[in-house]
Each structure stands twice: as structure tokens, then as C-alpha cells.
């Protein structure tokens, strides 16, 4: 068995069409949630921040789902983190090309800021998870929320860094080893770590180049850890 990563520093929407039909056993992906994150407070504290591509809500997510349906097996799983701001359009052009089996709770330790006297503050975030054909979740009967902490700030190198913990557990409970895992939104490059870790392969974009160095080197780091050969295209 030989592992195989894929990345390309490029427009998601530009390159998937690289993608064969059918190839693609999993999506785990973490769009700009169209509500431009780099603002007030979080603009005066993050230390790495940066404006997160895209996230200005101009993202075509109806050529996007088309691309994931094309891509998809036909006994493939599709998992899409979203805001209950965003929600209402990420749902309706998901279940055109999937069918919806939950939205789960990625509940998180840590709360926006926001109005602190007119809004509850927001601890949770949603996962659409969707299936084509018939594809067996692994494992227990799950419940459709998960508590898992944030990853801490000072840990951080992209803005919305997601938990390993909570990747390798979608990663886990819906691929077999040598399975093929897309991720063309990777930011960090935190699917691709997971992937090198659980023997997954994946295929990984992501737009802005300030993301290539700490995405590699994540990935080098979690194949150097492995004992199976591994190896990195990058385009
Ligand atoms: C929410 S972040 C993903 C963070 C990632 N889950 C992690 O753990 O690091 C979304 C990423 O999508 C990237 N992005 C936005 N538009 C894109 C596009 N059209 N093609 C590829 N990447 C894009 C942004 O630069 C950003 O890094």
C-alpha cells in the first residue's frame, strides 16, 4: 500500500475539474463561512491573522456541490462545516446532490464575542453530513454532537485551524485505509495531516499561499510519524 497526498495551491473551483468522476470516497471540507471573520475583535487579537479568502460571500456553492456530486463515489460520504448564518443556502444546495443525514454539533470551549447584551454567545458549530448511494458509517451508533476543544490560540497558525481530533474522528467513522480524501478548502492543511496519520490518501487546495509552508509541514511531519510509505505531489 502506498499513500499518496496531493496538493495544489490553487482556486478549488479552477482546479477540481482535474478530478475524475467518482475518484473522490470522502469530502471533509471548511469553506469561508461568507461572513468575513477578519473583523473587530477578533481583528485586534488574533496574532495570525489574516483575511480568510472567499469569505466575503461570493462563493459559488452551486458549481461547487455540481463538482462534489461529479467527484463523489457512488457510495461516498460528504461532510461540510457551515454557521447557522450560512446554513440555509449550504443546505439547500447540498440535499440537490446528497441526501442529508444530519447536521451535527462541533461544540467548541470557546464562544464569539459578538453583542454581549443582545445575542447568546455562539459555542457551536454545524457539520452538514450527507451521503450518496449507501455507505455505512464505521464503528457505534454515534450521537449527532461532539464536545471537542478548540484548538488553543497560541497553537494556531490559521485563524479557523480545526482539532485533529475532530477530523480524524469524521475521517475515521467514514473511510478504510487507503480510501481518498478531499479537502478543497484545507487552509492548514489539517485534513492532509489526518490523512498521512489514519493512511488515508488525500487531495488537498487551498487558494492562499501564506497556508503553503505550515500545510506542508504539517504533512511532512505526520507522514515522517507513520511507517508506511508516503509521498507528496504538489502543483
Ligand atoms: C475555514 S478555512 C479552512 C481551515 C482548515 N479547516 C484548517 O483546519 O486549517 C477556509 C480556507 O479556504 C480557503 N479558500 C477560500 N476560497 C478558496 C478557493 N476558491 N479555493 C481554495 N481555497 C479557498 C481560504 O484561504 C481558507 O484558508
Known sequence: MK????????????????LQDGTIDLIVT??????????????QTMRSTTRIANDDGTLDIGKLLWEFDRVTAPH?????????????????????????????????DNHTAGDLH??????YEMILFGM???????????????????????KQVHLLQKPERLIEYLITKSTGPNEVVLDPFAGSGTVGACCA??????????????YERPLLARLRAAIGASEIEQEIEVQ
Not at 499513500?3 to 482535474?18: E, G, M, P, S, Y
Not at 469561508?32 to 481583528?43: I, L
Not at 447557522?84 to 440535499?95: A, G
Open 3 to 18: 499513500i499518496r497526498h496531493r496538493v495544489a495551491f490553487k482556486d478549488c473551483l479552477k482546479q477540481i475539474h482535474t
Open 30 to 43: 471548511d469553506p469561508p463561512y461568507g461572513q468575513d471573520y477578519s473583523t473587530g475583535r477578533r481583528q
Open 76 to 108: 461516498s460520504h460528504c461532510y461540510i462545516f457551515t454557521s447557522w448564518k450560512t446554513v440555509d443556502e449550504w443546505k439547500r444546495e447540498f440535499e440537490r446532490f446528497f441526501v442529508l443525514k444530519n447536521i451535527l454539533i462541533w461544540s467548541k
Open 118 to 123: 443582545w445575542s447568546y454567545a455562539q459555542s
Open 132 to 154: 450518496k448511494g449507501r455507505k455505512k458509517l464505521k464503528g457505534t451508533r454515534d450521537r449527532d454532537s461532539v464536545y471537542i476543544p478548540k484548538i488553543k490560540s497560541h
Open 197 to 210: 496519520r489514519l493512511l488515508r490518501n488525500s487531495i488537498q487546495f487551498e487558494i492562499d499561499l501564506r
